[in-house]
């Protein structure tokens, strides 16, 4: 069955960086649009990236723009996601989607992992 499972997560400071990881399985992870939402408490999934198939275009919400890096290894499997220059605001609950065309609304994805938490200290 269709497996997403993130890892990276933690504890850190305000300007660290972090790096998420999610490993994907049951399906052929070559042919789906990955991307990475986050919740905070209280709030809404969000779109955070997006990658294509073949890496080709990434998208950013203006949030994490210039900050994150998100990118993927199709041999592996593996969905990256690069966070530099942490603020407090980005403490939220990640979590990796796949979907096998390109969006950024949550409701469209099909494939969920179960999330990993970042909480970031000021």
């Known amino acids: 069955q269709v497996q997403l499972v993130e890892s990276g997560g933690g504890l850190a400071q305000a300007g660290a960086s972090l790096r998420l990881s999610c490993a994907a399985s049951g399906f052929t992870f070559s042919r789906f649009y990955m991307s990475w939402f986050r919740q905070a408490p209280g709030k809404e999934r969000e779109f955070v990236s997006g990658v294509t198939r073949n890496s080709g275009i990434t998208t950013y919400a203006d949030s994490v723009k210039g900050r994150f890096t998100i990118s993927r290894d199709n041999a592996e499997n593996t969905l990256y996601l690069q966070m530099n220059s942490l603020k407090p605001e980005d403490t939220a609950v990640y979590y990796c989607?796949?979907?096998?065309?390109?969006?950024?609304?949550?409701?469209?994805?099909?494939?969920w992992g179960q999330g990993t938490q970042v909480t970031v200290s000021s």
């Open positions: 989607a796949a979907r096998y065309d390109s969006s950024r609304y949550a409701r469209e994805y099909f494939y």
